[in-house]
């Protein structure tokens, strides 16, 4: 593929992703580390995002994510690995806004331009009122055995009233 292709293409890609709307409830930047430093280009990276759980009051998690340097990840055209990090925890009272299903999503993003988005989904360990939360990464074709799992035991928050069970408004 020629020079003039690829910056074709770099350009048809940024306004492809120009004309597509940021969602408003987007994950909270907490800071990022360089991993691979560049002389001419933009760093790799890892960035450590913030995500309060849109359906569960009080459950934020926190996740970890490379970011490709160079010219092809500046751009958003380089595919992002796969590896990423999840640790959740209860910030404060648990309250569910509606019944929830066993392993709904509760936040995705994309990965790569077409086809690889990362998701965390939720459930509920009923034995042991817990919230489990689990991330990967899928394509269309093709998925990654790459995944992390973090788990919230539902506890009394500064509350006179025993906590909410997770099996009364999560099922599956």
Not at 6 to 33: R, S
Not at 54 to 77: D, I, M, N, R, S
Not at 80 to 86: A, F, M, P
Not at 165 to 171: A, L, N, Q
Request: hydrophobic share 40%; aromatic share 8%.
């Amino acid at each position: 593929m020629s020079v003039r292709s690829h910056v074709g293409a770099a350009v048809a890609a940024l306004l492809v992703l120009a004309a597509v709307p940021a969602k408003a409830d987007g994950p909270d930047l907490i800071f990022k580390k360089t991993t691979v430093w560049k002389l001419l280009s933009p760093d790799a990276k890892l960035a450590t995002f913030a995500i309060d759980d849109p359906e569960v009051e009080g459950v934020t998690c926190y996740f970890t994510t490379p970011e490709k340097g160079g010219w092809a990840g500046w751009a958003g055209l380089a595919e992002e690995l796969s590896n990423v990090s999840l640790s959740c925890r209860q910030v404060g009272p648990i309250k569910f806004k509606r019944k929830l299903e066993q392993g709904e999503e509760a936040f995705s993003q994309r990965r790569s331009i077409l086809f690889k988005r990362m998701q965390i989904v939720r459930g509920c360990d009923y034995k042991r009122n817990v919230l489990v939360y689990l991330v990967y990464t899928d394509k269309i074709i093709e998925g990654s055995p790459e995944n992390s799992t973090s788990s919230v035991p539902i506890a009394p928050w500064g509350e006179a009233t025993p906590p909410q069970k997770c099996s009364d408004y999560i099922s599956g």
